[in-house]
């Protein structure tokens, strides 16, 4: 397949490149400024710059952009929100790395994550910001969209073990009750729901076994 990764210098879209690669996918990197990639070929582009040209001819775009501080957090949906625009009414399929906030914690869906758990406060611009990313892609019935969420401990260091666990709206816990999943294993549940396409339009979780 022909994927295109934005972010993907940032520490989930490398692993994100790797894993694909690794698989024999052709994996363009889009990033602002030139560096060290795993990737085939390299677009040099701000996100916010990106075109319906640009992205014409890939199977799939991985939206792995992130954001940490309040200044810069609203990179998030701003730059979803233009590659929902950019891939309207195409079959190019967005996959984007979600968040766990918003994840439900109880089976009528009446509680999230982030209702019930006492983030820090430098946390929530990013925390809230992603519940906002979800809430516009389930208005765009004109994008393949997939949202991709965490574990509630999403380890950037974490080990690869090559195994997780598929969930839906609801939080998962793994074997040991913890919500935890490392960036490697991520990157591998979200090639394989790529290569898959079995949640267009959906939203999906990941945790480790």
């Not at 190019?92 to 006492?118: I, N, Q, W, Y």
Request: with cysteine.
């Amino acid at each position: 397949m022909k994927i295109a990764v934005v972010g993907a210098n940032g520490k989930a879209g490398k692993l994100i490149v790797k894993e694909a690669v690794g698989r024999g996918h052709d994996v363009t990197a889009v990033v602002r400024s030139e560096s060290e990639t795993t990737a085939g070929q390299t677009l040099v582009k701000d996100a916010m710059e990106l075109t319906s040209e640009d992205l014409a001819g890939f199977d799939a775009v991985v939206d792995a952009v992130g954001a940490w501080t309040p200044e810069t957090v609203n990179a998030i949906t701003d730059v979803a929100l233009h590659l929902c625009d950019a891939l309207a009414g195409t079959e190019t399929r967005l996959l984007v790395v979600g968040g766990a906030g918003s994840l439900f914690v109880d089976p009528e869906h009446t509680k999230t994550v982030v209702d019930v758990t006492p983030f820090p406060d430098e946390a929530m611009p990013v925390v809230n910001t992603h519940g906002k990313l979800l809430e516009l892609l389930r208005g765009r019935e004109d994008v393949r969209w997939t949202c991709v969420s965490p574990a509630g401990d999403f380890q950037a260091y974490g080990e690869r073990t090559g195994e997780y666990q598929l969930g839906g709206e609801e939080l998962l816990l793994n074997a040991a009750g913890e919500s935890t999943v490392s960036y490697a294993d991520y990157a591998i549940a979200m090639i394989d729901e790529l290569e898959s396409g079995d949640h267009v339009r959906q939203r999906i979780s990941v945790v480790s076994k």
